[in-house]
């Protein structure tokens, strides 16, 4: 194993065991499932610096949540009972939660991660991880534990260190894992491609009457969380990522691009616009504003066409969205474009003059 996995599997080793114990209720399911989480992580090998810990804790999340469905990881044996923490009473309500409520209970409560944050580890929305919050609150306030203090506190992280035991067997697992992905990369890249290569050459088209035979009405805009760095394939050539600092975006005629974001106060919208594929238009911009949208759509001669949004987990104050549209045949076509943004209730947060 590296030094540099080492050195950060070692940092992160008490938090992912301290999690594990929460959510298994005993120590020894605990360190199966943070072992299994790490080795998942060590086999893929192209996993962000700045995000590891991030990609770990998720591979622990969703170890323990298919656990609860099918044998435990490794072992065709059931988990353990939950046994409730001798110094934490309030764990007492975490051994009655169903699977799901009680990963938001100990990441948000425990943990103190936020709702947008707990969404992307569950790869669910904010909204149905605030739904479990409220239900786990209710039940934890009415624990005689509770009273004595206004709101559960993350508890305390044992220093830094991991068993060296620990770190052969985390090699060794991903290893296989490495092995068994290897088999079977064609035949999913194959089929990957089959089934994204008709819908991303689909996707977004206009509702208008203005000349475009092969468009279609979207029923909704989708709006996807994603962490730091993770590449979203947008268009055919096209890529857009986020980060802290704002928007960037490749395209072939223009690889490697940024608008920053989250810069003063108010709401706005940006509008950039890059030709692919030589017949289509690939647009994107920064939402900016307190208030989260529910809808973005471009106005065109060709028609209304609705985008995609990205948000950064956290509730960073602004948001992404992308569309991608075909590209007329006449000049001076995009003076014409108009890009809203409504929240859920169909109020208007925002506009671009003619761009």
């Known amino acids: 194993m590296d030094d540099e996995f080492t050195a950060r599997a070692g940092e992160y080793w008490p938090r992912l065991t301290r999690t594990a114990r929460l959510l298994t209720g005993n120590s020894a399911d605990a360190e199966r499932l943070a072992r299994a989480a790490l080795a998942e992580v ?15 804790r998720r591979a622990l999340v969703r170890g323990f949540l298919r656990s609860r469905t099918r044998p435990f990881i490794g072992t065709r044996r059931a988990p353990e009972p939950y046994a409730a923490g001798r110094l934490d009473p309030l764990t007492e309500v975490l051994a009655a939660l169903p699977p799901r409520r009680r990963a938001v209970a100990v990441l948000h409560h ?34 005689p534990a509770y009273g004595a203090r206004s709101q559960v506190r993350p508890g305390p992280v044992p220093p830094p260190g991991i068993p060296a035991a620990v770190l052969p067997a985390v090699e060794e697992a991903g290893r296989t894992r490495r092995r068994n992905r290897r088999r079977t990369t064609a035949v999913l890249t194959t089929a990957c491609a089959l089934l994204l290569v008709p819908l991303a050459l689909g996707a977004v088209r206009g509702t208008g009457s203005g000349g475009g035979g092969d468009t279609t009405p979207v029923a ?18 096209a890529e857009v990522w986020l980060t802290k600092d ?9 690889p490697n691009r940024f608008r920053p974001a989250g810069k003063g106060a108010g709401t706005a919208i940006t509008l950039d616009s890059d030709s692919v594929s030589g017949t289509r238009l690939f647009h994107s911009g920064v939402l900016q504003g307190v208030r989260e949208p529910s809808r973005v759509e ?26 991608d549209t075909r590209l007329p045949d006449g000049k001076g076509w995009l003076s014409e474009i108009t890009v809203k943004a409504y929240d859920s209730a169909g109020k208007l947060l925002a506009q671009t003059g003619t761009s």
């Open 298 to 323: 471009l106005t065109t001669p060709e028609g209304t066409f609705r985008a995609t949004i990205l948000t950064l987990a956290g509730s960073p104050g602004w948001s992404v969205w992308y569309a």
């Open 110 to 143: 425990w943990d103190g991660m936020s709702h947008r944050e707990i969404a992307a580890l569950l790869n669910s929305s904010p909204g149905a991880v605030k739904a479990h919050a409220r239900r786990t609150l209710k039940a934890l306030r009415a624990h």
């Open 220 to 237: 909704r805009t989708a709006v996807r969380v994603v962490t730091a760095g993770e590449r979203v394939a947008a268009a055919p050539g």
């Open 246 to 254: 704002g928007k960037h975006w490749s395209t072939p005629k223009a």
């Open 42 to 56: 060590y086999a893929r090998r192209r996993t962000p610096r700045d995000d590891a810990e991030f990609y770990v």
